[in-house]
């Protein structure tokens, strides 16, 4: 069946699973509703309405790449025979997103199984990724508290799931505070470079809490140096220049 096809439909109350005819259908009716899409003529009102309901459409998407993305790579032989180096290489090709992009979505997919009522809430769009990244984390942790988490992302900002994520993951682990610093000195880096296109030089870093802030005290004191001349002499910028 080619993309663009109508969905096929199922006998009342016989649906079965999920089939790639059934999928390409989907993907050319979006393409067809996307085509005559104009945003000046829509309503206000109703663009905010449209705006919920691709952002529940993009959700909707990205579980279900991640879950396939699963059942895709489970033949590491016929990955190879297709050309491909392993299951972050063909995903990252497929989808055309990075290596590191590749295996957080394997990761997540990994994370998911045996979580029935997250993976449920994920498939049905009412999770974005970040959470879904979240509230797996902290249920793999803590089966206990997989209907907590899923209460708390209903109304919580990614960032609040996240915290109560960190939160159940130390609890459950046991690890002490000194091998978590010791993990944290074993990660930090530094990375700096000049960017091609604009020239600018361009830096990040992943440091232990401590040292993190004192870098950013750092850089404060000499981005308020400059912000400060710069008032002095009659030149307005921003706080951040």
Same mark, same amino acid.
């Given at each position: 069946?080619?993309?663009? *096809?109508? &969905?096929p439909?199922?006998?009342?109350?016989?649906?079965?699973?999920l =089939?790639?005819a059934?999928?390409?259908?989907v993907? +050319?009716?979006?393409?067809?509703?996307?085509?005559? !899409?104009d945003?000046?003529v &829509?309503?206000?009102?109703?663009?905010?309405?449209?705006?919920?309901?691709?952002?529940?459409?993009?959700?909707?998407g990205?579980? =279900?790449?991640?879950?396939?993305?699963?059942?895709?790579?489970?033949?590491p032989?016929l990955?190879?025979?297709?050309?491909?180096?392993d299951?972050?290489?063909? !995903?990252?090709r497929?989808?055309?997103?990075t290596?590191? *992009?590749?295996?957080?979505?394997?990761?997540?997919?990994?994370?998911?199984? +045996?979580l029935?009522?997250?993976?449920?809430?994920?498939?049905? =769009?009412?999770?974005?990724?970040?959470?879904?990244?979240?509230?797996?984390?902290?249920?793999?942790?803590?089966?206990?508290?997989?209907a907590?988490? !899923?209460? %708390?992302a209903?109304?919580?900002?990614?960032?609040?799931v996240?915290?109560?994520?960190?939160?159940?993951?130390? *609890?459950?682990?046991?690890?002490?505070?000194?091998?978590?610093?010791?993990?944290?000195?074993r990660?930090?880096?530094?990375?700096h470079?000049?960017?091609? *296109?604009?020239?600018?030089?361009?830096?990040?870093?992943?440091?232990p809490?401590g %040292?993190?802030?004192?870098v950013?005290?750092? %850089?404060?004191?000499?981005?308020?140096?400059?912000?400060?001349?710069?008032?002095?002499? +009659?030149r307005?910028?921003s706080q951040?220049?």
């Amino acid at each position: 069946m080619s993309v663009g *096809e109508a &969905v096929p439909t199922t006998a009342e109350g016989s649906a079965g699973p999920l =089939g790639v005819a059934e999928v390409c259908a989907v993907v +050319g009716f979006l393409e067809s509703a996307m085509g005559r !899409l104009d945003p000046a003529v &829509v309503m206000i009102d109703d663009a905010m309405a449209m705006v919920e309901a691709f952002a529940r459409i993009e959700r909707m998407g990205a579980m =279900g790449k991640t879950l396939m993305a699963k059942r895709a790579t489970e033949v590491p032989r016929l990955l190879k025979h297709k050309g491909f180096k392993d299951p972050a290489d063909y !995903l990252a090709r497929t989808t055309d997103t990075t290596p590191g *992009e590749a295996e957080s979505v394997l990761a997540t997919a990994q994370a998911l199984e +045996g979580l029935d009522a997250t993976t449920a809430a994920a498939k049905n =769009g009412d999770l974005a990724p970040r959470k879904v990244i979240a509230v797996a984390a902290a249920a793999r942790a803590n089966p206990d508290v997989e209907a907590e988490m !899923l209460r %708390l992302a209903e109304t919580a900002s990614v960032k609040e799931v996240q915290e109560r994520s960190r939160e159940i993951r130390r *609890e459950a682990s046991a690890e002490t505070d000194e091998q978590r610093a010791a993990k944290a000195q074993r990660r930090r880096n530094v990375w700096h470079w000049i960017d091609e *296109e604009t020239g600018d030089g361009c830096g990040k870093w992943r440091l232990p809490p401590g %040292l993190h802030t004192e870098v950013v005290a750092e %850089l404060n004191r000499r981005a308020n140096a400059h912000f400060d001349q710069a008032r002095r002499e +009659g030149r307005r910028e921003s706080q951040g220049a």
